[in-house]
């Protein structure tokens, strides 16, 4: 068996950043799986089960990378999953200081350790929030998110625009 690495996150839409560090998880550990939080008290725009079905379609070609829900403890799920290592991207020093403290409670509550991986700089300003936003306003995501995640954003915020 080799390492298994968990790509959580709400991915309320999944990002280009979000693919990104994805991929780069899949190409330097045996197995991944991409955690999709169904945290209800987030309000998110789509449904945990469209937010799986998307990144199941966007990373269909990724050899090792499988999609699956949680909800509660991110170190339950981990143990439940028997995850190696948590992989979280990282854009600023913002999320460097947040990230680093849910690490260290991950690591007490549950012996789950973190991997942090940079940012490609590409990507490094974008957030699902400011994609939801922009697309909020009418505005074009495209080049933000996959072409599949732009067309359902503006599906779900078509009556709002």
Not at 79 to 92: E, I, Y
Request: with cysteine; charged share 25%; proline share 4%.
């Amino acid at each position: 068996m080799g390492v298994t690495a968990l790509c959580p996150g709400t991915f309320d839409p999944v990002t280009n950043g979000h693919l990104d560090i994805i991929e780069r998880a899949a190409r330097r550990f045996d197995a991944v799986v991409v955690g999709v939080l169904d945290n209800a008290a987030k309000q998110p725009l789509f449904p945990v089960e469209d937010r799986v079905r998307m990144l199941e379609e966007l990373t269909r070609g990724l050899a090792g990378v499988e999609v699956d829900r949680f909800s509660g403890l991110l170190v339950d799920f981990a143990k439940r999953r028997k995850v190696d290592v948590v992989v979280k991207g990282l854009r600023s020093e913002a999320d460097f200081a947040y990230e680093q403290q849910m690490a260290q409670m991950n690591r007490h509550v549950g012996d789950v350790e973190t991997v942090f991986l940079a940012t490609s700089p590409t990507w490094s300003f974008l957030s699902s929030t400011l994609v939801k936003e922009v697309a909020r306003m009418g505005g074009d995501v495209s080049g933000l998110v996959p072409p599949l995640v732009a067309t359902r954003l503006a599906a779900a915020l078509g009556a709002g625009r």
